[in-house]
């Protein structure tokens, strides 16, 4: 697949105000008093201009806020964008990352074709280098993304690429800065992937056209292989919920499996991580059918399929020491004289029947197959993302993931991750009470709880597929997009867990170390 916008990273030992770039991105905290010493040396070229600014009162350095100062002949960037940091003692890891993804939205805009980034330097040794690289290369591809390839008409012009550079005149410090960096565009460019994969609309992207990415993904690296399950195949291994749910539409369901193998030949000895992934390509509710308004968002409820894609393709990139299946069941939940019906019992691959009480609660049905496939591999831990409840919407609004699971230490690492992903997750319970209103009277599970509660409820009825095997479901519904732009990135697909699964599995081979 073709990057929208191509966009190139890289390191250069260079002095900063020697630097030839359309834009030298600085930081700057909106609680210093004096500036530092870097912004110091620039104002000074600048005969002042900082400091003009600064007076003016135009621009307060915070959070998500930035300024252009227009370059003369004493320095070699045309312009100078100032970050706005924020409060330094507030700065996280976060702070790192949109500021990058603020520099690069703006270079876009302003359709620079070159950007040096010198945040580092604002941020002094708050962060590991390597660290700061990571989420400089996360937040470059983050900031500088948008989602235009049906757009003919060329108002919107932009240019095709943007060069950016990590800059410093310090070459040690540059190199631990570039440790981190190439993770961080291994995960930036899976992000920017997965968003495009996500934005596509559903005339455009069926069960068919994931496969077929998966598949792509697999001839392009040697660490993965794929195999997909047809209509037939998963009949015959009696793939009941992932049938029932595709049975309405003309786009056929697929049941994609993607398996990653670590480098070297301890493969078996090391531990089996499953990502498993809900891909509906539109969510219609099928005969329990949605409301009209808003229902074309519903594209985006592949968008946990779609993380696990990118999560696997960074995971190729990286090559950490662990054994990763992506698991994404793809169906299209359509009403039609072929639909699964309200009242319908389906028999799942795991042996359970369950009760159709409403098609629209149609990601448990593919997702119980997939979960209980994952037992069957004798993975180690298996980690559900899905766009599964409004009900989650609700409880947390458009911030934080919802977070459940069967074991504490897991949720503990996954919170850990999140945090320093800035994919923001929120632990919710799915116990016993949530888990006896999922019982049907007449087969082993209906398909809907009670009227309230419903995010844990719909984790408490896949908890039933687990087993003993580790588990933790990520219930994505409210973070799947951005509503609007924000000063961080462009509107639609967020991709949110590719970052935090990535992140996760390749924290896994650092511990075994
Ligand atoms: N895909 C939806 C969940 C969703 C809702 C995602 C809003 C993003 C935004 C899911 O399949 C669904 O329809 N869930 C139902 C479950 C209900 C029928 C128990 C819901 O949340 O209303
Ligand atoms: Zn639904
Ligand atoms: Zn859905």
């Given at each position: 697949?073709?990057?929208?916008?191509?966009?190139?990273?890289?390191?250069?030992?260079?002095?900063?105000?020697?630097?030839?770039?359309?834009?030298?991105?600085m930081?700057?905290?909106?609680?210093?008093?004096?500036?530092d010493?870097?912004?110091?040396?620039?104002?000074?070229?600048?005969?002042?201009a900082?400091?003009?600014?600064?007076?003016?009162?135009?621009?307060?350095?915070?959070?998500?806020?930035?300024?252009?100062?227009?370059?003369?002949?004493?320095?070699?960037?045309?312009?100078?964008?100032?970050?706005?940091?924020?409060?330094k003692?507030?700065?996280?890891?976060?702070?790192?990352?949109?500021?990058?993804a603020?520099?690069?939205?703006?270079?876009?805009?302003?359709?620079?074709?070159?950007?040096?980034?010198?945040?580092?330097?604002?941020?002094?040794?708050?962060?590991?280098?390597?660290?700061?690289?990571?989420?400089?290369?996360e937040?470059?591809?983050?900031?500088?993304?948008?989602?235009?390839?049906?757009?003919?008409?060329?108002?919107?012009?932009?240019?095709?690429?943007?060069?950016?550079?990590?800059?410093?005149?310090?070459?040690?410090?540059?190199?631990?800065?570039?440790?981190?960096?190439?993770?961080?565009?291994?995960?930036?460019?899976?992000?920017?992937?997965?968003?495009t994969?996500?934005?596509?609309p559903a005339?455009?992207?069926t069960?068919?056209?994931?496969?077929?990415?998966?598949?792509?993904?697999?001839r392009?690296?040697q660490?993965?292989?794929c195999t997909?399950?047809?209509?037939?195949?998963?009949?015959?291994?009696?793939?009941?919920?992932?049938?029932?749910?595709?049975?309405?539409?003309?786009?056929?369901?697929?049941?994609?499996?993607?398996?990653?193998?670590?480098?070297?030949?301890?493969?078996?000895?090391?531990?089996?991580?499953a990502l498993?992934?809900?891909?509906?390509?539109?969510d219609?509710?099928?005969?329990?059918?949605?409301p009209?308004?808003?229902?074309?968002?519903?594209?985006l409820?592949?968008?946990?399929?779609?993380?696990?894609?990118?999560?696997?393709?960074?995971?190729?990139?990286l090559a950490?020491?662990?054994?990763?299946?992506?698991?994404?069941?793809s169906?299209?939940?359509?009403?039609?004289?072929?639909?699964?019906?309200?009242?319908?019992i389906?028999?799942?691959?795991?042996?359970?029947?369950?009760?159709?009480?409403?098609?629209?609660?149609?990601?448990r049905?593919?997702?119980?197959?997939?979960?209980?496939y994952?037992v069957?591999?004798?993975?180690?831990?298996?980690?559900?993302i899905?766009?599964l409840t409004?009900?989650?919407?609700?409880?947390?609004?458009?911030?934080?993931a919802g977070?459940?699971?069967?074991?504490?230490?897991?949720?503990?690492?996954?919170?850990?991750?999140?945090?320093a992903?800035?994919?923001?997750?929120?632990?919710?319970?799915?116990?016993?009470?949530?888990?006896?209103?999922m019982?049907?009277?007449i087969?082993?599970l209906?398909?809907?709880?009670?009227?309230w509660?419903g995010?844990?409820?719909?984790?408490?009825?896949?908890?039933?597929?687990?087993g003993d095997?580790?588990?933790a479901?990520?219930?994505?519904?409210?973070?799947?997009?951005?509503?609007?732009?924000?000063?961080?990135?462009?509107?639609?697909?967020?991709?949110?867990?590719?970052?935090?699964?990535?992140?996760?599995?390749?924290?896994?081979?650092?511990?075994?170390?």
């Open positions: 697949m073709k990057d929208i916008i191509k966009v190139e990273l890289k390191t250069q030992t260079v002095d900063f105000s020697k630097c030839k770039t359309d834009i030298l991105a930081g700057l905290f909106s609680d210093t008093k004096e500036l010493k870097l912004n110091k040396e620039l104002n000074k070229k600048l005969d002042g900082i400091d003009r600014l600064m007076k003016l009162g135009d621009f307060k350095a915070k959070d998500g806020t930035n300024a252009v100062i227009y370059g003369n002949n004493k320095i070699g960037a045309k312009r100078i964008l100032l970050v706005g940091l924020g409060e003692k507030k700065a996280t890891l976060d702070t790192v990352r949109n500021a990058a603020n520099a690069a939205k703006t270079s876009v805009e302003l359709k620079a074709k070159t950007m040096s980034l010198a945040l580092h330097r604002a941020f002094g040794r708050q962060f590991d280098l390597s660290t700061m690289g990571q989420a400089f290369g937040g470059v591809y983050f900031g500088s993304y948008r989602y235009d390839e049906f757009i003919t008409e060329n108002e919107n012009g932009r240019l095709g690429s943007l060069k950016v550079m990590l800059t410093d005149l310090d070459s040690t410090k540059l190199k631990k800065l570039k440790k981190g960096l190439s993770t961080g565009i291994a995960i930036g460019k899976a992000q920017s992937y997965a968003r994969l996500a934005n596509r005339n455009v992207v069960p068919a056209k994931i496969a077929a990415a998966a598949k792509e993904l697999a392009s690296s660490r993965l292989s997909v399950f047809d209509e037939k195949q998963m009949a015959a291994k009696g793939m009941g919920g992932v049938l029932a749910v595709g049975s309405g539409s003309k786009n056929k369901p697929r049941f994609i499996v993607l398996k990653y193998s670590p480098p070297g030949k301890t493969a078996n000895t090391l531990p089996t991580i498993v992934g809900k891909a509906i390509t539109f219609s509710g099928g005969i329990s059918i949605k009209s308004a808003n229902m074309d968002e519903m594209k409820d592949k968008s946990g399929g779609i993380a696990v894609l990118g999560a696997m393709k960074a995971l190729a990139e950490p020491s662990v054994n990763v299946f992506g698991i994404v069941p169906a299209e939940n359509m009403p039609s004289g072929t639909s699964y019906r309200p009242g319908d389906i028999n799942t691959f795991s042996g359970k029947t369950v009760e159709v009480q409403n098609t629209d609660a149609e990601g049905m593919i997702l119980c197959d997939a979960i209980s994952a069957k591999q004798k993975c180690d831990i298996i980690i559900d899905a766009t409004g009900a989650c919407v609700v409880a947390l609004g458009k911030y934080m977070l459940m699971g069967n074991d504490d230490a897991l949720i503990k690492d996954l919170k850990k991750v999140a945090e992903s800035g994919e923001k997750v929120w632990p919710m319970p799915s116990g016993e009470e949530y888990a006896k209103e019982k049907s009277k087969a082993d209906k398909n809907i709880g009670s009227r509660g995010a844990c409820t719909a984790a408490a009825f896949l908890k039933q597929f687990a095997t580790k588990w479901h990520l219930d994505i519904a409210g973070v799947w997009n951005f509503e609007k732009a924000t000063e961080f990135t462009s509107e639609g697909a967020s991709a949110f867990g590719v970052r935090l699964l990535t992140a996760y599995v390749v924290g896994i081979k650092s511990k075994k170390k």
